[in-house]
């Protein structure tokens, strides 16, 4: 069972200190007064606090594509919602390697079964 995340959900980068600026697109569904994130609020959203610094290593800043996350068919105002797997590339370097992803989804109440 996976939880659905919240617009208090932690969701940071790989490099664990690069947390991920969210905003809610929707606000009619809540969970104790939180709105729930649906599709594609995790995406293109700026990353803060990234470590990874160097003369040829650019941190993380942006969210990309959400690779897993995603539920199938559970959708409000026909967006899919956000579940506690989410996973996802950022445009770290090196490109294609650096992942985002949950470390608190915001919320204990509501799961969803994993299809």
């Given amino acids: 069972m996976l939880r659905?995340?919240?617009?208090?959900a932690r969701i940071t980068c790989d490099h664990m200190l690069g947390v991920v600026e969210i905003h809610p697109?929707?606000?009619?569904?809540?969970i104790q007064?939180?709105?729930?994130?649906?599709a594609p609020d995790p995406e293109g959203r700026p990353i803060h606090?990234?470590?990874n610094i160097g003369p040829t290593i650019?941190?993380?800043t942006h969210t990309l594509k959400v690779q897993q996350g995603y539920a199938s068919f559970v959708r409000i105002q026909g967006h899919a919602v956000?579940?506690?797997?989410l996973r996802g590339l950022t445009d770290g370097t090196p490109p294609?390697?650096?992942h985002y992803g949950v470390r608190d989804?915001?919320?204990?109440?509501?799961?969803l079964q994993k299809p």
Avoid: I, W, Y
Wanted: glycine residues 10%; contains cysteine; negative net charge.
């Fill in 58 to 60: 650019k941190p993380c």
């Fill in 33 to 38: 007064g939180r709105a729930v994130l649906v």
């Fill in 105 to 111: 989804p915001g919320q204990d109440l509501v799961f």
């Fill in 49 to 51: 606090g990234c470590p």
């Fill in 82 to 85: 956000v579940m506690e797997n």
């Fill in 4 to 8: 659905l995340l919240t617009q208090d």
């Fill in 25 to 30: 697109s929707q606000h009619l569904v809540t």
């Fill in 96 to 98: 294609g390697t650096v």
